[in-house]
């Protein structure tokens, strides 16, 4: 009888020994075996200053808020990278407060489906405005544009950020975007270096008027400026006003034509044959600077078909996967790699911000990655790439 009792005893402590435990473990975090991986883009978000516009964290929206985003084009690699940080910041937003169906926040992403289309912009514009967005985000084609449909922005109480690229309107609260001006002037540090600190210079502008054009050929003529003048800045090519340079090359062609040759017209003249004539204008020119993808590519096409690329040294901004090959193989010496997909998400933070009448940094800046022959292959320069 004792020995039973001991034993039912015995069970009864290994039992509750067991149910002890099983309760301390089920307290306990569990080892499953899996890692949590961070999201791809997470280094995007990590080179976003100031560090509150990476996150959605307190931003207490009301639910169906509506906030509108209006971009320079659609379809390239650029905007489309722009596109998807702005999806995913609303999709972060609304998880973060808990929205579902009619209750999320809502944010639109809209551009002209042309490069530059300074008219569609202003009619995707007046769409959005009759709309009576919370925010509005503009990255505008020029800096002075839009200017009419602004003021009556700002008249309705509408609060107005840029992003990407400037807008000179006095109601701008913030601007979200890469810091040009440094980024300018590392391009030219590295020209510098490339060309030995002695040489001449052509600048290809993708414009002649927008805020990131503008301050992108300023910057990097200034930095030249501070060498003890054996670097040249001998001329700047605008591609808006390439259809312009054309028309100078015809009336140059029809001036030195013979009786009866077929006198040339503006229509006949190829882009090629523009990059040639500055060129020829200027045989001492051993480096070129390009201000965006538009302007890289173009000198990157026409000096090939000049066989002019081992001779002059190319630096400049943005990369599709012709540029980053060309890179790659040494035809191109550097780009400045953007952020758009860390532009897009801040820009949704920022325009959220002004919702809530919180306070906005004057700019956010959204960081940028120098990408060379030696490095493109680096993981963190990989992350970047888009």
């Not at 020029?142 to 992003?163: H, K, M, T, W, Y």
């Not at 040489?199 to 300023?218: F, K, M, P, V």
Request: a negative charge; charged letters at 25%; proline letters at 3%.
């Amino acid at each position: 009888m004792k020995r039973k009792v001991i034993t039912i005893v015995a069970v009864l402590l290994a039992a509750l020994g067991i149910s002890a435990c099983a309760e301390k473990k089920k307290d306990e975090p569990q080892i499953t075996g899996k890692v949590t991986e961070a999201p791809a883009y997470q280094n995007n978000l990590k080179s976003i200053s100031p560090s509150a516009y990476s996150n959605v964290k307190g931003i207490p929206l009301q639910p169906g808020t509506y906030i509108s985003i209006i971009g320079k084009s659609t379809g390239s690699a650029y905007w489309n990278e722009v596109e998807k940080g702005v999806e995913q910041a609303t999709k972060d937003l609304n998880k973060e407060l808990g929205y579902t169906k009619e209750k999320k926040i809502k944010v639109a992403y809209n551009a002209p489906s042309e490069v530059e289309d300074i008219d569609q912009q202003v009619n995707i514009l007046d769409e959005e405005l009759a709309r009576y967005p919370d925010a509005l985000a503009i990255a505008s084609i020029g800096l002075d544009a839009c200017r009419v449909q602004l003021d009556l922005a700002e008249e309705n109480g509408i609060p107005i950020i840029s992003f990407d690229s400037s807008n000179s309107h006095n109601s701008i609260l913030s601007e979200v975007s890469t810091n040009n001006d440094k980024a300018a002037r590392t391009c030219a540090n590295k020209i510098s270096d490339e060309i030995s600190e002695a040489g001449n210079i052509l600048i290809i502008a993708h414009d002649s008027g927008s805020g990131t054009a503008l301050e992108r050929e300023n910057s990097f003529k200034d930095e030249i400026g501070v060498n003890d003048g054996t670097i040249k800045i001998v001329d700047t090519l605008y591609l808006d006003k390439i259809n312009e340079i054309k028309k100078e090359i015809a009336i140059s062609k029809n001036q030195a034509l013979k009786h009866g040759e077929t006198e040339v017209t503006a229509e006949s003249i190829s882009d090629e044959e523009v990059l040639a004539y500055y060129l020829d204008k200027h045989p001492e020119i051993n480096a070129c600077y390009t201000t965006n993808v538009l302007a890289t590519k173009f000198a990157l096409e026409h000096l090939k078909a000049l066989d002019k690329i081992q001779e002059i040294a190319v630096v400049g901004f943005d990369g599709d996967k012709e540029i980053l090959e060309a890179v790659a193989n040494g035809e191109i010496k550097g780009v400045i790699i953007q952020n758009p997909f860390g532009i897009g998400y801040a820009t949704v933070v920022a325009a959220a911000r002004t919702v809530l009448h919180m306070g906005n940094e004057a700019k956010v800046d959204t960081g940028y990655v120098w990408v060379t022959a030696e490095n493109i292959e680096d993981e963190f320069i990989q992350s970047m790439i888009y």
